[in-house]
Nanobody, 124 residues
Framework: QVQLVESGGGLVQAGGSLRLSCAAS????????MGWYRQAPGKERELVAA???????YYADSVKGRFTISRDNAKNTVYLQMNSLKPEDTAVYYC??????????????????WGQGTQVTVSS
């Protein structure tokens, strides 16, 4: 019933930019927070950035000043603008949504949902 669809990954040279998008769909869902994790070969999955429906943001130290997360609550969509990309940013990026239930407007399911992942490759 709930689906997260990611887009925007690709191949870019060091110093370039990419913009990732993630759209959540479902019947009468409410999202408390969305964010992006990434996982590179041989490394653990790490939280890159997150944003709440109220607009509070979090960034990993490694991306502060280079990445910007934003959201469109009406469209249940989160974006990650990635600037000044480095080869070490190469990873599969996974979108995450924390769904909540309750109240007249949040009758959908609650829980954690994940996108399929999108590959970001930064060449030197």
């Amino acid at each position: 019933q709930v689906q997260l669809v990611e887009s925007g990954g690709g191949l870019v040279q060091a110093g370039g930019s990419l913009r990732l998008s993630c759209a959540a769909s479902g019947d009468t869902i409410c999202i408390s927070a969305m964010g992006w994790y990434r996982q590179a070969p041989g490394k653990e999955r790490e939280l890159v950035a997150a944003i709440t429906s109220g607009g509070s943001t979090y960034y990993a130290d490694s991306v502060k000043g280079r990445f910007t997360i934003s959201r469109d609550n009406a469209k249940n969509t989160v974006y990650l603008q990635m600037n000044s990309l480095k080869p070490e940013d190469t990873a599969v990026y996974y979108c995450y949504a924390d769904l909540i239930a309750g109240g007249s407007s949040c009758r959908g399911p609650a829980g954690d949902y994940w996108g399929q992942g999108t590959q970001v490759t930064v060449s030197s």
